[in-house]
C-alpha cells in the first residue's frame, strides 16, 4: 500500500497563498488518479482537484481560477497552490491516490485555515 505524507498548510490571511505537497511512497504515475480532497468541520469530504487517467485536470467549481494542481513525477510528488485563499477554504486536505487494483490511498490530512 503506497504511503502519502501531506505538508505545506497552515495558517493564512484571506487572499494569501500556500502550497501543498504531497509525497508518496510509489510512482504516482502508476495510479489512475491522483487528487485533493478536503474536508471542512462538519461536511463531507469533497473533491478539491484531481488528475484523471488521460492526464487531464478537474477542479472543483469553488476552486478554479485560484487553486493549481500539478505533479512532479520524478519526486513522486503531487502539488497544490492555492492562491486568492478565502475562509471557506478552511479544511483539511488529504492527498489521495487510486488505481483500479487497489481501489484509494489516503495521506493524514494537512489543515489550511484561512482568517477573515
Known amino acids: 500500500q503506497v504511503q502519502l505524507v501531506e505538508s505545506g498548510g497552515g495558517l493564512v490571511q484571506a487572499g494569501g497563498s500556500l502550497r501543498l505537497s504531497c509525497a508518496a511512497s510509489a510512482r504516482i504515475s502508476s495510479f489512475d488518479v491522483m487528487a485533493w480532497y478536503r474536508q471542512a468541520p462538519g461536511k463531507q469530504r469533497e473533491l478539491v482537484a484531481q488528475?484523471?487517467?488521460?492526464?487531464?485536470?478537474i477542479y472543483t467549481d469553488a476552486v478554479k481560477g485560484r487553486f493549481t494542481i500539478s505533479r512532479d513525477n520524478a519526486k513522486n510528488t503531487l502539488y497544490l497552490q492555492m492562491n486568492s485563499l478565502k475562509p471557506e477554504d478552511t479544511a483539511v486536505y488529504y492527498c489521495?491516490?487510486?488505481?483500479?487494483?487497489?481501489?484509494?490511498?489516503w495521506g493524514q490530512g494537512t489543515q489550511v485555515i484561512v482568517s477573515s
Open positions: 488528475f484523471t487517467g488521460g492526464g487531464n485536470t
Open positions: 489521495g491516490a487510486f488505481a483500479v487494483r487497489t481501489s484509494w490511498a
